[in-house]
């Protein structure tokens, strides 16, 4: 996915736009280095993406300069976010809504580049819409001016990537990426979460292996973002999240309650594979949930047949035999043949998945080792059971038992998909139906 970087001249007292004084940055000396920098970033940039004002301003500038900058300034991709322009003159140009920025996003090519566009800036960061900022910071006060961050925004840590000096006249490159948001659950465990988009609010819940970074979620979230606000979290051991012993699925409840609150006390929520049946659980028990949507929770409905106990996998990861642990949840949970197993060993992800092998002990307690559990018949809002065509039919028959258990459920088949392997904007797509 495209990520958006928003690139600032900025002031020491946090000025990037002053009337009167559009000139400031240019009374110091960047260097060849700081010169650099802005031509390399405009050269490695699939697109431009800017406010009506600075668009304008830059739109009576451009088109008559020339040299390799220009031509690349001119020739590349613009959008400009505005209701009030109609007619665009320079070329390559796309007049969008805020609200297209999140489907741009996804759209192939390279990455987006914000310059100036105060107004534009702060709304893509309130909707978690940006990646990176890169701020030329100058050592000069304007006292006065448009700053980037506007007085009232809402709390938002940054992590540091990169400092160092351009040129000899004081000015710093600083580069921030967003930290992700904490939530705190009621036995005092932080969970992390990150929130993208506009709109009602929708909470993702994850499954084995996955952390709020998973594609498949993070596809999700995408999907979504360009009409819900999305809270994607870390399910408590993994990722960002704390944990504390001993486990209870009481206390992953709390968890996604938590995070619930966080997004305004009451939200609509979707839980794939074993977070679907955590999201089950939270909603029989009466967490705020005022939508829910599952895909595929992995219960067993066929007599024969049981799924690794929490005991089992504990104990494999609590004997320091993580790689066993995976094995058995892989083989005997997820029906995975042996040779699959080996071979996936082999790969450089192999270890990210062993370092979360003590939460399948966790997964097992969520769905259990048998059938749907009577007690989802609980769940009392309306609910939204997909299933991918190409799954297994272990799979395909657990989806439609939840259909029938759950009481204002429905049952949508996703045609070509299949469990572990599902396209994300497919999933968000149906989401987004049901959600809306």
């Given at each position: 996915?495209?990520?958006?970087?928003?690139s600032?001249?900025?002031?020491?007292?946090?000025?990037?736009?002053?009337?009167?004084?559009?000139?400031?940055?240019f009374?110091?000396?960047?260097?060849?280095?700081?010169?650099?920098?802005?031509?390399?970033?405009?050269?490695?940039?699939?697109?431009?993406?800017?406010?009506?004002?600075?668009?304008?301003?830059?739109?009576q500038?451009?088109?008559?300069?020339?040299?390799?900058?220009a031509?690349t300034?001119?020739?590349?991709?613009k959008y400009?976010?505005?209701s009030?322009?109609?007619d665009?003159?320079?070329?390559?140009?796309?007049?969008?809504?805020?609200?297209?920025?999140?489907?741009?996003?996804?759209?192939?090519?390279?990455?987006?580049?914000v310059?100036?566009?105060?107004?534009?800036?702060q709304?893509?960061?309130?909707?978690?819409?940006?990646d990176?900022?890169?701020?030329?910071?100058?050592?000069?006060l304007?006292?006065?001016?448009?700053?980037?961050?506007?007085?009232?925004?809402?709390?938002?840590?940054?992590?540091l990537?990169?400092?160092r000096?351009v040129?000899?006249?004081?000015?710093?490159?600083?580069?921030?990426?967003?930290?992700?948001?904490?939530?705190?659950s009621a036995?005092?465990?932080?969970?992390?979460?990150d929130?993208?988009?506009?709109?009602?609010?929708?909470?993702?819940?994850?499954?084995a292996f996955?952390?709020?970074?998973?594609?498949?979620?993070?596809g999700?979230?995408?999907?979504?973002?360009?009409?819900?606000?999305v809270?994607?979290y870390?399910?408590?051991?993994?990722g960002?999240?704390?944990?504390?012993?001993?486990?209870?699925?009481?206390?992953?409840?709390?968890?996604l309650?938590?995070?619930?609150?966080?997004a305004?006390?009451?939200?609509?929520?979707?839980?794939?594979?074993?977070?679907?049946a955590?999201?089950?659980?939270?909603?029989a028990?009466?967490?705020?949930?005022?939508?829910?949507a599952?895909?595929?929770?992995?219960y067993v409905?066929?007599?024969?047949?049981?799924?690794?106990?929490?005991?089992?996998?504990?104990d494999l990861?609590?004997?320091?035999?993580?790689?066993?642990?995976?094995?058995?949840?892989?083989?005997?949970?997820?029906?995975?043949p042996?040779?699959?197993?080996?071979?996936?060993?082999?790969?450089?992800?192999?270890?990210q998945?062993?370092?979360?092998a003590?939460?399948?002990?966790?997964?097992?307690?969520?769905?259990?080792e048998g059938?749907?559990?009577?007690?989802?018949?609980?769940?009392?809002?309306?609910t939204?059971?997909?299933a991918?065509s190409?799954?297994s039919?272990r799979?395909?028959?657990?989806?439609?038992?939840?259909?029938r258990?759950?009481p204002?459920?429905?049952?949508?088949w996703?045609?070509g998909?299949?469990?572990?392997?599902?396209?994300?904007?497919?999933?968000?797509?149906?989401?987004?139906?049901?959600?809306?």
């Open positions: 996915m495209r990520k958006i970087i928003v600032e001249f900025m002031t020491l007292d946090g000025v990037i736009e002053k009337p009167g004084e559009l000139g400031w940055a009374r110091f000396d960047r260097g060849e280095e700081g010169n650099a920098v802005k031509a390399d970033e405009v050269r490695s940039a699939g697109a431009l993406l800017l406010g009506r004002t600075t668009y304008e301003g830059f739109a500038a451009w088109p008559g300069q020339t040299g390799e900058f031509d300034m001119n020739t590349m991709p400009v976010v505005s009030t322009l109609h665009p003159a320079w070329e390559n140009t796309t007049v969008i809504s805020v609200d297209d920025v999140a489907a741009l996003k996804r759209e192939p090519g390279g990455d987006i580049l310059n100036g566009s105060a107004e534009l800036v709304e893509l960061a309130a909707r978690g819409l940006v990176e900022y890169r701020l030329m910071v100058y050592p000069v304007l006292g006065g001016g448009r700053r980037l961050f506007r007085d009232g925004a809402e709390d938002a840590a940054l992590a990537v990169e400092a000096p040129g000899d006249d004081g000015v710093v490159l600083l580069t921030y990426r967003p930290r992700h948001r904490t939530a705190t036995d005092g465990t932080p969970i992390a979460y929130r993208t988009g506009a709109g009602p609010a929708v909470v993702l819940v994850q499954g996955s952390t709020r970074d998973d594609p498949t979620m993070t999700i979230a995408d999907t979504l973002a360009s009409r819900f606000t809270y994607n870390d399910r408590r051991g993994r960002g999240s704390g944990d504390v012993a001993p486990y209870a699925v009481q206390r992953e409840i709390d968890d309650t938590a995070v619930i609150e966080a305004g006390g009451r939200a609509m929520v979707f839980g794939g594979s074993s977070g679907g955590l999201a089950l659980e939270a909603a028990a009466g967490a705020p949930i005022t939508r829910l599952v895909f595929e929770p992995p409905t066929a007599p024969g047949h049981t799924l690794p106990s929490q005991e089992e996998l504990a990861a609590g004997q320091g035999r993580r790689g066993d642990a995976v094995e058995l949840f892989l083989t005997r949970g997820a029906e995975m042996a040779e699959a197993v080996a071979g996936m060993k082999a790969q450089p992800f192999w270890p998945i062993e370092a979360v003590h939460t399948l002990a966790y997964e097992a307690a969520v769905v259990g059938p749907v559990p009577e007690r989802v018949a609980a769940v009392s809002v309306p939204l059971v997909l991918g190409e799954s039919g799979m395909r028959d657990a989806a439609q038992a939840v259909a258990r759950v204002d459920a429905r049952l949508e996703l045609e998909q299949a469990h572990g392997q599902a396209d994300p904007e497919a999933i968000g797509l149906a989401l987004e139906k049901f959600f809306a």
